[in-house]
């Protein structure tokens, strides 16, 4: 299987920061890269998918980099409902995986 | 829009059966492949099944294969979970998920990500 590591497992940041996440494969998996957000109580939401395609309707300050092993998710400039856990997953083979999250705190 | 709705989720003893099923709505539901994805108290989301489009094909995660069965009613657009011999370890939130392909049979043609997804539902052995 596909080992996904996320870095930092969790962060302290203010509203306008710019945030960045880091996603490592445990082997090449090529764009198959995809980005979800998940607030307390509520489902993961596709945020981007193909490691940098933003999905309909996500707003413009997130944005996602890399390729084979070593991927990004970045917050250009946080605003308060972008608070809430990210999550990488890797489509490249099944099982298709997740890391284990980043927690985005205040 | 898209809609998901999971049901049958509750309380059950180690080693008995439970069976979810997820209402869809909004798509053409026999077009696209459908997946179960669960996510233990505190811990991130696992992928546990997924069904192709016309239901010939499916695909299960090592934890649950032997255990679990997916299976989908295109007539009446819902997908379902049979799932037998439960363990503790399977106590989570039980997500359906849309795939973004159409007429996938294969895993390799299926996206592998989950466009949509459900509002979850809990099961604890």
């Known amino acids: 299987d596909i080992q996904m590591t996320q870095s930092p497992s969790s962060l302290s940041a203010s509203v306008g920061d710019r945030v960045t996440i880091i996603c490592r494969a445990s082997?090449?998996?090529?764009?198959?890269l995809n980005w979800y957000q998940q607030k307390s109580g509520k489902a993961p939401e596709l945020l981007i998918s193909?490691?940098?395609s933003l999905q309909s309707g996500v707003p413009s300050r997130f944005s996602g980099s890399g390729s084979e092993t070593v991927f990004t998710l970045s917050i250009s400039s946080l605003q308060p409902e972008d608070f809430a856990t990210y999550y990488c997953?890797?489509?490249?083979?099944?099982?298709?995986?997740f890391g284990q999250g980043t927690k985005v705190e205040v | 829009q898209v809609q998901l709705v999971e049901s049958g989720g509750g309380v059950v003893q180690p080693g008995r059966p439970l069976r979810l099923s997820c209402a869809a709505s909004g798509f053409t539901f026999s077009d696209y492949g459908l997946h179960w994805v669960r996510q233990a108290p505190g811990k991130g989301p696992e992928w546990v099944a997924v069904i192709s489009y016309d239901g010939s094909r499916k695909y299960y995660a090592d934890s649950v294969k032997g255990r679990f069965t997916i299976s989908r009613d295109n007539s009446n657009n819902t997908l379902n979970l049979q799932m037998d011999s439960l363990r503790a370890e399977d106590t989570a939130v039980y997500y359906c998920?849309?795939?973004?392909?159409?007429?996938?049979?294969?895993?390799?043609?299926?996206?592998?990500?989950?466009?949509?997804w459900g509002q979850g539902t809990l099961v604890t052995v």
């Open positions: 997953q890797q489509s490249y083979s099944t099982p298709w995986t």
């Open positions: 082997l090449s998996i090529s764009n198959y």
């Open positions: 193909a490691a940098s």
């Open positions: 998920a849309k795939d973004p392909r159409r007429y996938c049979i294969s895993s390799s043609c299926m996206g592998g990500y989950f466009e949509d």
